[in-house]
């Protein structure tokens, strides 16, 4: 299957781990290059999944033979953006994945579809930054409408998952509040809950897309170092000044 986006560490740096992400709703692999750029350039290797709302079953195979490979170093690392990153949740919570570390973004508050009158419209509540917007309707335009697998409303007990977790929500975000997912990150055990001041909800790729990246080797070289995070939910990140 060649439906995975990959980025390698630079010739001659030895890797550091490995950084698996599943995309959200709508989302292609390809709209996450500047990421992979960035934490590959820290000699993370990146490996990023399609969409899993439009094939649940084929994209969780691909995940677990991501994370079955043992050419691609530790720690490895399960990512998710929007659904991708209920479904890292889910994987981990029933021992699908065993990640040394999840890495949560926008996680969804309510798996039901949002619903916005115009492409135009979602877009603004999606992001702010130019770049992404561009992306997004280049590749496909695919949308945060899309249906969420029925089995995805039966929540697991996540209260299990103990490896180290990296939650990363904008403050602006209309789509999931930040209100609605605290407590989620309230039960697991070892959490971080990071607001990205003024982001919305595709907060890896919105306006403060720097910050948010520097927050992830932060806390990958903090994983390597001590295997584990200090619990802290709810600190804030100052959004960088570029934008995409």
Same mark, same amino acid.
């Given at each position: 299957?060649?439906d995975?986006?990959?980025?390698?560490?630079?010739?001659?740096?030895?890797?550091?781990?490995?950084?698996?992400?599943?995309?959200g709703?709508?989302?292609?692999?390809?709209?996450?290059?500047?990421?992979?750029?960035?934490?590959?350039?820290?000699?993370?290797?990146?490996?990023?999944?399609?969409?899993?709302?439009?094939?649940?079953?084929?994209?969780?195979?691909?995940?677990?033979?991501?994370?079955?490979?043992?050419?691609?170093?530790?720690?490895?690392?399960?990512?998710?953006?929007?659904?991708?990153?209920? =479904?890292?949740?889910?994987?981990?919570?029933?021992?699908?994945?065993?990640?040394?570390?999840?890495?949560?973004?926008?996680?969804?508050?309510?798996?039901?579809?949002?619903?916005?009158?115009?492409?135009?419209?979602?877009? !603004?509540?999606?992001?702010?930054?130019?770049?992404?917007?561009?992306? =997004?309707?280049?590749?496909?335009?695919?949308?945060?409408?899309?249906?969420?697998?029925?089995?995805?409303?039966? !929540?697991?007990?996540?209260?299990?998952?103990?490896?180290?977790?990296?939650?990363?929500?904008?403050?602006?975000?209309?789509?999931?509040?930040?209100?609605?997912?605290?407590?989620?990150?309230?039960?697991?055990?070892?959490?971080?809950?990071v607001?990205?001041?003024?982001?919305?909800?595709?907060?890896?790729?919105?306006?403060?897309?720097?910050?948010?990246?520097?927050?992830?080797?932060?806390?990958?070289?903090?994983?390597?170092?001590?295997?584990?995070?200090?619990r802290?939910?709810?600190?804030?990140?100052?959004?960088?000044?570029?934008?995409?």
């Open positions: 299957m060649n995975v986006a990959s980025w390698n560490e630079p010739d001659g740096l030895y890797p550091r781990g490995t950084f698996v992400l599943a995309v709703r709508g989302e292609s692999p390809a709209v996450y290059e500047r990421l992979g750029l960035r934490l590959s350039a820290d000699a993370y290797r990146v490996r990023v999944v399609s969409d899993a709302t439009a094939a649940p079953d084929a994209v969780t195979t691909r995940l677990k033979e991501l994370f079955a490979d043992e050419t691609d170093p530790a720690p490895r690392v399960l990512a998710g953006s929007d659904t991708g990153a209920l =479904l890292a949740l889910r994987l981990a919570a029933q021992r699908t994945i065993t990640p040394h570390a999840l890495v949560l973004a926008g996680l969804p508050g309510d798996v039901q579809a949002p619903h916005f009158p115009s492409w135009e419209e979602e877009l !603004a509540a999606r992001t702010s930054c130019p770049t992404h917007q561009r992306r =997004l309707t280049e590749n496909g335009g695919g949308t945060l409408q899309s249906a969420v697998p029925p089995q995805w409303h039966d !929540a697991p007990d996540i209260s299990g998952v103990t490896v180290p977790v990296l939650g990363l929500h904008g403050s602006d975000d209309v789509i999931s509040p930040r209100s609605r997912i605290r407590h989620q990150y309230a039960r697991l055990p070892h959490s971080r809950l607001s990205v001041e003024g982001g919305k909800h595709d907060v890896l790729n919105d306006a403060g897309h720097r910050s948010v990246a520097a927050e992830i080797v932060l806390f990958l070289e903090e994983l390597r170092r001590r295997g584990r995070v200090t802290n939910v709810d600190i804030s990140v100052e959004r960088g000044i570029a934008r995409g």
